[in-house]
């Protein structure tokens, strides 16, 4: 989305610009993985599980995800059958299920952060590592924002 210089100001143009900018980056991650059989709904679980080192709960799994937990019990009941997961029994809490990364899964999320990496590269041509940089002080204010207000999910 393109703004007129005197349409708005910045920081009026920011949070729709940020949130087009979040999907169309998202879009085309999707679209690229696609090709190994991915979604987002299936690698962003995958990474967060390696993340944590693995044998986190479905729920705190649901919360770093930001999906609702009965759509990660089907996304998770399918990365099982392909043998990406596996889950377990929680020794502390019967009712819980932990959930860990198979070989299988790590082997394929090491494509999937390859494919991320080639994908990132070509998305941020033009931007010096400087301009990064300070893109990612600014978001980091801005999360920390959000997390201050009690919003924050993931």
Request: hydrophobic share 40%.
């Amino acid at each position: 989305m393109t703004f007129p210089p005197d349409a708005a100001s910045a920081r009026q143009r920011f949070g729709i610009s940020f949130a087009l900018l979040a999907r169309a980056w998202r879009h085309e991650i999707d679209r690229n993985l696609s090709d190994q059989g991915l979604s987002g709904a299936t690698w962003v679980p995958m990474l967060h599980l390696a993340a944590s080192g693995g044998g986190i709960t479905q729920k705190e799994l649901a919360r770093l995800t930001g999906i609702e937990a009965p759509s990660l019990v089907r996304l998770l009941e399918i990365l099982e059958r392909e043998g990406l997961v596996s889950r377990r029994a929680c020794p502390q809490d019967g009712r819980a299920r932990l959930v860990d990364l198979t070989p299988e899964g790590e082997t394929r999320l090491a494509e999937v952060r390859a494919s991320l990496y080639t994908i990132e590269e070509r998305l941020l041509a033009g931007v010096s590592d400087e301009q990064l940089s300070n893109m990612l002080n600014v978001l980091g204010i801005i999360r920390k924002n959000i997390d201050e207000t009690g919003s924050g999910r993931a």
